[in-house]
Nanobody
Framework: QVQLVESGGGLVQAGGSLRLSCAASGSIFSINAMGWYRQAPGKQRELVAHITRGGNTNYADSVKGRFTISRDNVKNTVYLQMNSLKPDDTAVYYC?????????WGQGTQVTVSS
């Protein structure tokens, strides 16, 4: 059974940076892709970045060039480096496999960007 715990969120001014971490219990070696999702108030959850086991990455247009996803298969951890943050990035951020599985949703970590 895989459990995913997100951390690293917080309050930051526009233009600032945050680094999110997602620690996975159990093995994620067999999981092909991991992703970071976010859900803003009143909006649907969306996939913002994902990374394959081999390290190939893909990003939503809204974060391309500002966010970087990476993974450490030894530490069973996935990271999301977020730079040049905007108020529109305010959301709860979650990690999950890609495509997402309901059983793996954690509590998420809140990111708030002030203008």
């Amino acid at each position: 059974q895989v459990q995913l715990v997100e951390s690293g969120g917080g309050l930051v001014q526009a233009g600032g940076s945050l680094r999110l971490s997602c620690a996975a219990s159990g093995s994620i070696f067999s999981i092909n892709a991991m992703g970071w999702y976010r859900q803003a108030p009143g909006k649907q959850r969306e996939l913002v970045a994902h990374i394959t086991r081999g390290g190939n990455t893909n990003y939503a247009d809204s974060v391309k060039g500002r966010f970087t996803i990476s993974r450490d298969n030894v530490k069973n951890t996935v990271y999301l480096q977020m730079n040049s943050l905007k108020p529109d990035d305010t959301a709860v951020y979650y990690c999950n496999v890609v495509p997402a599985l309901n059983a793996y949703w954690g509590q998420g970590t809140q990111v708030t960007v002030s203008s």
